[in-house]
């Protein structure tokens, strides 16, 4: 089965850590991302930018989409990223969620795919 794996981060999180250790926590989710392939668990994973550079379209009724820039949603963490797994089952997914490198500094999300296809 499938999982998505979010990622949410305080926004500026990450802003402490000094360029040597931005470029280890870098290799480290890498490596990650390498592992999860190699044992058949990994199907894709980004960073993203942050909220500043996001923008929401609401529909909602509207005979346009209406555009707005930032986040949907006013919260204390933003969505950072993501890692889509497979795993047998949510206990799985749940302990591969728990070694994402980045996650010691946010909370994860792990959600399952709703195969509607």
Do not use: W
């Amino acid at each position: 089965m499938k999982y998505l794996c979010l990622v949410y981060l305080e926004p500026g999180a990450l802003a402490h850590l000094t360029a040597e250790e931005q470029a280890a926590l870098d290799r480290e989710s890498l490596a990650y991302d390498a592992e999860l392939e190699r044992l058949g668990h990994f199907i894709a994973a980004s960073a993203l930018q942050g909220p500043s550079t996001a923008r929401t379209i609401r529909r909602r009724g509207r005979p346009a989409p209406m555009v707005t820039d930032g986040p949907f949603a006013e919260t204390k963490e933003v969505l950072g990223g993501f890692i889509f797994i497979e795993a047998a089952d949510m206990e799985e997914a749940v302990a591969i969620a728990s070694r994402i490198p980045v996650g010691q500094y946010g909370t994860i999300e792990v959600r399952p795919d709703l195969d509607i296809g």
